[in-house]
T-cell receptor, first 117, second 112 residues
Framework: GAGVSQSPSNKVTEKGKDVELRCDPISGHTALYWYRQRLGQGLEFLIYFQGNSAPDKSGLPSDRFSAERTGESVSTLTIQRTQQEDSAVYLC???????????????FGSGTRLTVV | SQQGEEDPQALSIQEGENATMNCSYKTSINNLQWYRQNSGRGLVHLILIRSNEREKHSGRLRVTLDTSKKSSSLLITASRAADTASYFCATASIQGAQKLVFGQGTRLTINP
């Protein structure tokens, strides 16, 4: 597609429920990244994919968080047993190459705003 | 800890004035990038400067990089109301260069 697409754009869920967030990167982009942004804060790295592999999962906050990528395309971020502190905007980005997207930078999606009540 | 730290946290200026934002970082970098974010959603890539570059221009944007001081600045000239947004610097360090580490951002407000 023309850009990075994320769905849903907004999600309200009850504490304890599981949620799945989806990211469709730009076709042909090798690298895919997930970040979390709490209100008024900077971006917190969660995980990145090179192809379908995740060499760096160091930012995942707990074992309730997992992510996968298939077909070197779509990625899903799953949060199990959601807690109120999980409320944030979850941003996905893709880049043509690694090294921080060294040739063209990242292209971000519009994010999923998750609210846990 | 955050690699990039922006300064100031918030900046309010009159339309037509120039806006300068600064970023400091801690480790050796491969490149440094600036992004803009409107309304707390997706970020837009503005400009990328590599570690062997000192200055780069793009339209009304000018970025400088001083690797000896581990700092960068973003200058927006002749500001417009549409420039109102949050601006983030992001670094790709030589170690762990595969991901960008973002700072906390500068909230820029352009008053008409």
């Amino acid at each position: 597609g023309a850009g990075v697409s994320q769905s849903p754009s907004n999600k309200v869920t009850e504490k304890g429920k599981d949620v799945e967030l989806r990211c469709d990167p730009i076709s042909g982009h090798t690298a895919l990244y997930w970040y979390r942004q709490r209100l008024g804060q900077g971006l917190e790295f969660l995980i990145y994919f090179q192809g379908n592999s995740a060499p760096d999962k160091s930012g995942l906050p707990s074992d309730r968080f997992s992510a996968e990528r298939t077909g070197e395309s779509v990625s899903t971020l799953t949060i199990q047993r959601t807690q109120q502190e999980d409320s944030a905007v979850y941003l996905c980005a893709s880049s043509l190459d690694l090294a921080g997207g060294a040739s063209t930078g990242y292209t971000f999606g519009s994010g999923t705003r998750l609210t846990v009540v | 800890s955050q690699q990039g730290e922006e300064d100031p946290q918030a900046l309010s200026i009159q339309e037509g004035e120039n806006a300068t934002m600064n970023c400091s970082y801690k480790t050796s970098i491969n490149n440094l990038q600036w992004y803009r974010q409107n309304s707390g959603r997706g970020l837009v890539h503005l400009i990328l400067i590599r570690s062997n570059e000192r200055e780069k221009h793009s339209g009304r944007l000018r970025v400088t990089l001083d690797t000896s001081k581990k700092s960068s600045s973003l200058l927006i000239t002749a500001s417009r109301a549409a420039d109102t947004a949050s601006y983030f610097c992001a670094t790709a360090s030589i170690q762990g260069a595969q991901k960008l580490v973002f700072g906390q951002g500068t909230r820029l407000t352009i008053n008409p």
